[in-house]
């Protein structure tokens, strides 16, 4: 079957520009048109509240039933569902068979997407036709492709608001309006104004807030995903123009550069507004390693990205008020609101503000790794001698052997550009071999449309030889080909010249969505080279059973078991602020079940490195008294002889924290997370 060819677009959806001040502009576009999108128009739509009319997607669905159940019973305005194929009544409310239908009957203002990932992307294209105001998606794994697709729908309209994928959706306390999954015992009506990429850690800070007593105006999800609907600063502008929502909150983790953009709106917002919102910010992911997926598709730093550490400057430069851990927020945003009340805020924070700061947010410490694509999880990354075959199917001529020769050599990339929410073309000049990306420009275009006719331009930026220009097309339109047709997520090469007229790869990453095979079984020839033989056994086990587990190097003594990617990210963070090391991340996923729980240990036991076990679970959906009998009963069935210090948030906490300290068993059981993080330390450095 021959390949389509790429179609020929006269323009980007943004102009060639540069991602950081680090990267070098090194080709201009050959056109000064801008797309000019009016999704940002659609802003307002996030405003939800007692009057918005709710629809579910997937309605008679067991999830969605049991969802709008207790939506219904928080107040949520829930006015009917769509389920394709039937019509009739679901929980005495109007049920049809099509999202328009529903649509011309019942006129809603928001519908949340409650269908497995497979099916997640046509039912939001099904949602964008009908013109739905407000689309919440809360699943996982919708194939990277399948999204950039729709961001491309969304770039083209002005009347619908896409919110998430892979987030918990989005809550209006004040309004009592629910779309998504949150676990509503730790909500409560207030003036915070919150927006997460991670699901337990907004959950957290919520908690926090709500015991701190200042509560929640908006809470949004912005997911974990590599790109999203709705980001920072689209929030953002929410809060600030909302009289209900006093202080905002903001909590980000590494991948893309929504808090570096977050950062560059506040110190805008700052310098033009006389009495500015206090802002706050947690960003997890400081301890992760550089080359891997942690837990949430978007959870990776890919090329010219920033890491945990630059995220954090930004904020604290731009004035945001940083915390090493969710639970603080609660009580030092209530300080800062007290303060609001008093005193004006300055442009600058105030000497109290830099009090609060130094108090709460110690800075980071940072370990330094080699920066590498290979590893990733829930990616399947191509080894060396297979993307040899693969490139040359695309007509790009790659070495036998990884060697750089003397000369001149230069980089060449496509991914994602999680700004513009669109595929990417990155290309440079290699100066320093150490680093190879440091001087580099990059090209967004919409997908199945690259702009054919900017490659002249690029190679008068690389200032490639006019003998070559045949081969560099050829290269740039095979590897275009290659991130569309095979849905990759990164590909990257190093070429130099070979001879007189034809340039040569002679290093290549290739890593390509596996959600694609998992969710929507395509691609089964790019999972038929992931070698698994390669991998850590224990990751690989573990991916089995839904857990993502991810071995970390070093002398670490305690080993982790947390429930959700950006909460075992931030427990990493928090332990080594606290001088701890770990041994391992692992995500049990939003939920901790018993089999969950027992097959979590079963792996941590594994690493003789391991000392002591720190089990950090915020209950949302699954109870803490649920979790604590898992976590009583895979003690007890794996004879675990290490010290467990279990830290139990969330809903019906008290009683599972009751049942761990009624065990009998040698289980600490606390709620503060300083307590026992200080407890879980010390029986590592005791136990050697």
Known sequence: MNSPRIAIASHSCRCSYRLSNKSTRLFASSTSRVLRSSYKDTISNLKIGATTRVIFQGFTGRQATQNAQESLSYGTKIVGGVTPGKEGTHLGL?????????????????TGIYVAAPYAAAAIEEALEAEIPLIVAVAEHIPLHDLLRIHSMLRSQSKSRLVG??????????????????????????????????????YETVASTTRAGVGQSLVIGMGGDVIAGTNFVDALKVFESDDSTRGIIIVGEIGGRAEEEAAAWIKSYRARSSDPKPIMALVAGVQAPLDRVMGHAGACITPLESDAKTKIQALRDAGVILTNHPAKFGET??????????????????????????????RPKII?????LQGYVRNVHIQRNQASTLLQEYGILISKEETRQKGQSWVLAVTVDRSANCPCLIAGRVNDPKNPWAKTSKIPFNLGRFPLNQISFIINGL????????????????LVRLFEEKEASVLELEFHQLGKSRLEVFKADLTF??????????????QALRNTQDEIPEEVEA?????????????????????????????????HNHSGLCTNFLDTGGKATAATVAASFALILRDPRVKAIFVNIFGGLTRCDMIAEGIILAYRDLMIQLPVVVRLRGTNEGEGQRIIKESGLPLQAFDDFEEAAGKVISLADAAG
């Open 463 to 478: 200032r490639i030889d006019a003998r070559y220009n045949n081969s560099f097309r050829n290269m740039v339109i095979g």
């Open 94 to 110: 109007p049920l049809f068979p099509t999202v328009r239908a529903a649509k011309e009957q019942l006129n809603p203002d928001a």
């Open 543 to 575: 991916e089995k059973d839904g857990i993502v587990y991810i071995k970390l190097p070093g002398n670490g003594k305690i080993g982790t078991l947390v429930n959700g990617a950006g909460l075992a990210m931030n427990t990493l963070d928090a332990i």
């Open 513 to 526: 969505d596996d959600a694609a095979f998992k969710s929507a079984t395509r691609q089964e020839d790019i």
């Open 165 to 202: 994928a892979n987030c918990p959706g989005i809550i209006s306390p004040i309004g009592r309006c629910r779309i998504g999954f949150q676990p509503l015992p730790c909500f409560s009506s207030g003036s915070v104004g919150i927006v997460a990429k991670s699901g337990t850690l907004s």
């Open 333 to 362: 945003m209530k300080s800062l609101l007290t303060l609001q009340s008093t005193v004006q805020f300055c442009k600058k924070p105030s000497l109290s503000q830099r009090r609060i700061m130094h108090t709460f947010s110690p």
């Open 368 to 372: 330094e790794r080699p920066y590498s």
